[in-house]
């Protein structure tokens, strides 16, 4: 008898672990309705910070709760970075990743925000370390591809996006995201 409630017991959490996530996950945005990135810079040389390619899935990270929030700093430099307080994120982000060196999250975000400031020698080493911790980390390949394509080499950029194509099996908006920065790239650079 014991043993059937315990068989229970286990089958019920088993069924409400999934079902809470599907009920209590945020809605996966509309692919049609996430506006084209205008102004984005095939080149450091061109174009303010604001104009080069910038992923969109990067704008809804302060609003999505997940396990990140159990790290105070993590959780503050994700925000940070929502906010677009770079070296903010780059001092919360830094002192996460001294907790858990990991963790290839905090890796790209930490490239993500060195490269918001043009630091491409430090944001490239985080997006490294990110691939090397989670060599199929999408936005760490997608952001890498965005940093080539800034300092002005669309065959590494291109090596991003053919892994993001062996990597999404379904369309993802980080290979999507990098295509529409490389063909913006060749727009610019065909002028």
Known sequence: MMRSILIAAVM??????????????????????????????????????EAWPICSTMAAMAETPDWAAL???????????????????IKALTNAGLRDARNADIQNYLGYAYRRLRQFDPAMR??????TLNPRHRSAHEHLGEAHLAQGNLAKAKEHLAA?????????DEYDDLQRAIAEYNKLANR
């Open 126 to 131: 985080h997006y490294q370390q990110a691939l």
């Open 164 to 172: 993001l194509e062996q990597i999404c099996l379904i369309p993802c």
């Open 71 to 89: 790290d105070p700093d993590f959780a503050a430099g994700k925000r940070a970075i929502g906010a677009g307080e770079w070296e903010a994120a």
């Open 12 to 49: 019920g959490v088993l069924a409400a672990v999934p079902a809470s996530y599907f009920f209590t996950a945020p809605a996966r945005q509309d692919r049609a309705a996430t506006p084209a990135r205008a102004g984005n810079a095939g080149s450091a040389t061109v174009g303010p910070a």
